[in-house]
């Protein structure tokens, strides 16, 4: 029997609010397989970003466990998280999350230098030409267009070669070309990079494009079905 | 230990939150905090090198013997068995008289061998041409400093009369290497040839004259001289080698430094304010930042090592900026302090940068890194939900805050009880304004609603962020506080002090008469008109013995008892206490016990010494050895310029002692006019002109003054920085407001009337609470220390409150147009 890539048992997540305890998430089982994609969907407040956060280790359940390649992640601190996440997983946001203060180039090489990775400034700009950024390369966050802006996003999470990306609302913020211009993007490289993809949206259309689709509601897994002909 | 790839990641880090100017307010900050300490570092750095390289000049020789009677010829004889140079000079104080005017000198008699070390620089005015020059002037001339010329109005080739002879001014002295600062400049310098002397028929018996022995030569045979003398020293002289350097001027540097440092530091308080308000906000500007760091992979003792490895790199180039900075403000404050203490100041070396660098340590440890150890801690979930943050503030930030200033002004001035009062009662004034500033702020909130709509919005952006316009109103109050003390107050509590005295104070003193000249004295103000004066007598005496054991200066820490054992005791005789002396401890002399062996001191002096009544004090006096029990301490009003001493005896012990009597009296109209007929008939009397002496005191202290508001200044720019922090703190929400209101059909006009009002308001209450504190403080200093009633004056609240409001405006609407000025589609399309 394999080891699962990444798997969720019996996971709950529960918040306080106004001293109230709030159950955002409960007795979730889910397996992913390395190299697949998949779309986690359901309304807002279904509890996806939720989800996506405990699987990727940015966050602890209130109960359950989660295994990252045969590792229970809920048993390591904060930074044996961080040093788990390091070179392996990826991020993709919403509000892309680019650092205000550095250029485009600048964003994605960060990445390669927290890991101190060699060939960082080739690996940048090959990425960059990637996804179509060359022109751009000295442009400041607020200089780009949001299509733009989650291009670079795009290009810092692929640029570490990572074996897991999680994508949040990925084209939430993006007009419908755009997004799809983005997602098409997303999934070649996925397709180049043999990545694990992760995606919480509510677009149906990127979900549809993904190879299983988990959907949540009230904090529960109500489905979770292969895409066919995916 | 940092790997290098971190410290190389720390550096990108800092270049690039340069650029994008998250660290231009921390800098600022932080650059003034460093510079102010420096300014005042150089200065005294500069001072230090020169009393050190000049310690030979400041004597004019390797060593001193001096003494207030002539020195043992034997002294000089030796000298030359020990191949050494020697000059013999004399120094006193007299009157000269020129063209009907009567005018104080310090005279000093110079022989062939001076200066022995060091130059006298002579020049003819006119000429800037100076001349090296060794020995005196020719016979029947004199030398005079430029201050002498200027007072009295006269040319190079004027004649003036010294005592009973004339003589002929032919040369100005530009430098004299023996002389000091301005601060022991009471009267101008005459340099006379020492022949010339007798024939002036102002050496007498009981004439205040002091002797002095320079002697020069190689260093083991002047340490030879040395020991030689001191195993065989004659009563009443006094020993001073380079080492010993000059006491005075030593005193009046440390004081000068510890006052300069105190307002300094003063800057550096509120500078650490502006440096943990720009601290703050750089680590909360920088959450998200180590949000996205945390999710993807950074671990948090890398987090913290980044930026621990940006902050030091960062703190060191900030710290040689603000000692550069620092030096090159040094050269104006050098400027205004030029000559008080010594004069020819050399460049300074670069321990100052030390001290500078120990401040932006201290700074960085205590104000800068505590808000980044939490910044580590800025939860990586943040990256998905925006809701999860982390606190970079804790109260024990406080306790870190209050520790880093106190270890700050302990390192600089010491722990003493002085340091403990300035640093709590700054501490306490600001804590004060703060309060007040709120209060006021707060007071004003329900006007809002009485006023025109752009009031409205200017009192509402004030009392909105009133822990931020508090904090404003703080720094610059605390600043236009203490110039206005430094400045109006200052200079109206002198003048009040003096106008408050009654309309017969003495205004001269007329010293060096004989007791044979007494009677003639009297009658020739009775000629004339005005009531004769009670003459007091004067006898040097050397203090030898406390209790039986030996005195000795170096037992001794403060500079008054030190001088008091080097250069003797003002003694004098009563046999009734005198007017306006007031016995605190003890009992006074009955008529029998005249000629009793009894002491009367002042309770200052008793202090120094540690005396209590019945200490046995043993004097030499005009050579002979008394032994005196101390019968009471006697409290001196020493403002009414009567003649007054720290010490008295009782009648019938020293009248047979060859004495000096002095005297106080007030003229007024044209009576001073008979002074220059009453030195004509009594050439060796010397007229001192008090209120000649208390202007000069005022100009030097305009000087000192002068020097702590510049220094001053840097408390405003730190108040300036502290503006601009809370303005970038509030950017966002300006711009948002702005823009809102462009929307909404304001004008940009309007907008800006608005925060005019806000910034007018805040200046305008920072500067009305200083003219406040200020007057107060004044009013306090006039009852306790200087003895009279001040009423309050809405001057300095009018002074303060005005210019406070417009300055402040000024830099506020500087530092607001460009955020108002942007186009509200940028603002939306960026938030």
């Known amino acids: 029997m394999t080891t699962p890539f990444l798997q969720a048992k019996n996971l709950s997540k529960s918040l306080t609010s106004n001293d109230k305890p709030l159950q955002i998430l409960q007795t979730i089982n889910l397996t992913f397989n390395a190299a697949s994609t998949n779309a986690i969907v359901g309304a807002s407040g279904s509890g996806k970003t939720t989800l996506l956060g405990l699987l990727a280790g940015l966050d602890l359940p209130s109960g359950g466990t989660i295994f990252f390649q045969g590792q229970d992640i809920g048993a390591l601190s904060e930074d044996q998280r961080a040093s788990l996440r390091a070179g392996k997983v990826s991020f993709i946001f919403q509000s892309f999350q680019l650092l205000q203060p550095l250029t485009a180039y600048e964003n994605v090489l960060l990445s390669l230098e927290i890991l101190n990775s060699s060939q960082a400034k080739e690996k940048t700009l090959s990425i960059l030409e990637r996804v179509g950024l060359s022109p751009r390369l000295d442009h400041y966050p607020n200089q780009l267009s949001g299509g733009e802006q989650q291009r670079c996003a795009i290009a810092r999470a692929f640029v570490i070669e990572p074996i897991l990306l999680f994508a949040d609302e990925p084209t939430g913020n993006l007009d419908l070309k755009t997004g799809n211009t983005v997602i098409d993007l997303l999934f070649e490289l996925n397709q180049e990079r043999q990545t694990s993809l992760i995606i919480a949206t509510h677009d149906t259309d990127l979900a549809n494009r993904c190879d299983r689709i988990v959907t949540l509601s009230g904090g529960e897994v109500v489905s979770d079905e292969a895409v066919i002909g995916a | 230990m940092i790997k290098l790839s971190l410290i190389k990641l720390s550096l990108r880090f800092l270049l690039r939150d340069w650029r994008a100017g998250e660290l231009s307010l921390l800098a600022m900050a932080l650059l003034i905090c460093v510079a102010s300490i420096t300014t005042v570092g150089f200065f005294t750095n500069r001072v230090e090198r020169a009393m050190q390289q000049q310690s030979s000049e400041l004597l004019a020789a390797d060593f001193v013997i001096a003494s207030t009677h002539k020195i043992d010829q034997q002294r000089i004889k030796a000298s030359r068995l020990f191949n050494l140079n020697a000059s013999y000079i004399n120094l006193f104080r007299s009157v000269v008289l020129v063209n009907d005017e009567v005018q104080l000198v310090e005279v000093k008699a110079i022989d062939e061998a001076y200066p022995l070390r060091g130059k006298l620089l002579l020049s003819d005015k006119g000429s800037s041409v100076t001349t090296e020059n060794t020995g005196p002037p020719p016979s029947g001339e004199v030398w005079v400093v430029p201050r002498l010329l200027d007072a009295l109005n006269i040319s190079l080739g004027v004649k003036l009369t010294l005592g009973a002879r004339e003589f002929t001014i032919t040369k100005i002295i530009e430098n004299e290497p023996d002389r000091g600062g301005d601060f022991f400049r009471m009267a101008p310098r005459l340099m006379m040839n020492r022949d010339d002397l007798a024939s002036t028929h102002l050496v007498m018996q009981g004439s205040r004259i002091n002797h002095r022995l320079l002697i020069a030569g190689e260093q083991q045979d002047v340490d030879a001289y040395m020991k030689h003398v001191k195993q065989h020293p004659n009563p009443g002289e006094q020993f001073i080698s380079v080492r010993d350097g000059r006491p005075e ?215 909105r962020r009133s822990h931020l316009s508090s904090l404003q109103i703080t720094a610059f109050g605390l600043g236009i506080m203490f110039i206005l003390l430094n400045g109006e107050i200052r200079s109206e509590l002198l003048s009040g002090w003096r106008n408050t005295m009654p309309s017969d104070t003495p205004n001269y003193f007329v010293t060096n008469v004989q007791k044979d000249q007494i009677a003639g004295v009297k009658d020739f103000f009775i000629e004339k008109g005005i009531n004769p004066p009670v003459f007091a007598p004067m006898i040097r005496g050397r203090l030898l013995e406390i209790n039986g054991n030996v005195v000795k200066a170096e037992n001794y820490e403060h500079p008054q008892a030190k001088n008091l054992i080097l250069h003797e005791f003002n003694l004098s005789w009563r046999k009734q206490l005198p007017e306006g002396n007031k016995i605190i401890e003890g009992r006074w002399w009955q008529p029998e016990e005249a000629g009793s062996p009894y002491i009367s001191l002042d309770p200052v002096i008793a202090e120094r010494f540690s005396l209590k009544l019945g200490d046995k004090l043993k004097f030499n006096i005009a050579g002979s050895e008394k032994e005196l029990t101390l019968l009471n301490i006697r409290g001196v009003d020493w403002g009414t310029f009567r003649v007054n001493f720290f010490t008295l005896l009782p009648h019938g012990l020293l009248e047979d002692y060859p004495a000096n009597w002095v005297t106080s009296l ?78 909404l059909g304001a004008s940009r006009k309007w907008i800006l009337k608005g925060v005019l009002i806000e910034f007018l308001l805040i200046g305008g209450i920072a500067g009305g609470i200083a003219g406040i504190a200020a007057s107060v403080t004044g009013m306090v200093l006039a009852e306790q220390v200087f003895k009279f009633e001040y009423a309050f004056s809405l001057i300095p609240v009018i002074t303060g409150t005005l210019s406070g409001a417009i300055v402040i405006a000024f830099i506020g609407l500087l530092g607001t147009n460009k955020i108002l000025s942007q186009p509200p589609i940028d603002t939306f399309r960026h938030t």
Do not use: C
């Open chain 2, 249 to 463: 001027i030593r005193f009046a540097f440390e004081r000068a430094e510890f006052f300069l440092n105190i307002v300094a530091l003063i800057s550096v308080l509120l500078g650490s304010i502006a440096t943990a308000m720009a601290a703050q906000r750089y680590t909360r500007r920088h959450v998200d930042t180590v949000a996205i760091l945390r999710a993807q992979g950074l671990s948090q003792y890398k987090i913290f090592s980044i930026f621990l490895v940006e902050m030091f790199s960062f703190a060191f180039v900030v710290i040689l900026l603000g000692s550069l900075l620092g030096y090159l403000a040094q050269f104006a404050l050098t400027e205004i302090m030029s000559n008080l203490i010594v004069a020819d100041l050399p460049q300074p070396d670069l321990s100052p940068i030390f001290v500078g660098g120990m401040t932006g340590l201290i700074a960085l440890l205590g104000f800068i890194l505590p808000p980044i150890w939490l910044l580590k801690n800025a939860p990586p979930i943040r990256v998905l939900r925006r809701d999860e943050g982390v606190s970079v503030f804790s109260k024990s930030f406080v306790i870190i805050f209050i520790g880093s200033v106190f270890t700050l002004w302990v390192w600089r001035l010491g722990d003493s009880a002085v340091v403990q009062y300035v640093l709590a009662g700054t501490i306490g004034t600001l804590i004060s304004l703060y309060f007040i500033a709120k209060v006021t702020v707060y007071l004003l909130t329900p006007l809002r609603s009485l006023m025109g709509v752009s009031w409205r919005y200017g009192l509402a952006n004030l009392t």
């Open chain 2, 666 to 743: 007030h003229l007024q109209g044209d009576e001073p006019d008979h002074l220059v007929e009453l030195v004509r008939r009594y050439p060796s009397i010397s007229i001192i002109d008090i209120d000649v002496i208390i202007s000069r005191i005022r100009t030097l202290m305009d000087r000192v003054a002068a020097a702590i508001e510049y220094l001053l200044g840097f408390t405003l720019v730190i108040g300036v920085i502290i503006m601009l922090t809370a303005l970038k703190t509030t950017q966002d929400e300006r711009q948002q407001e702005a823009a809102l209101l462009h929307t």
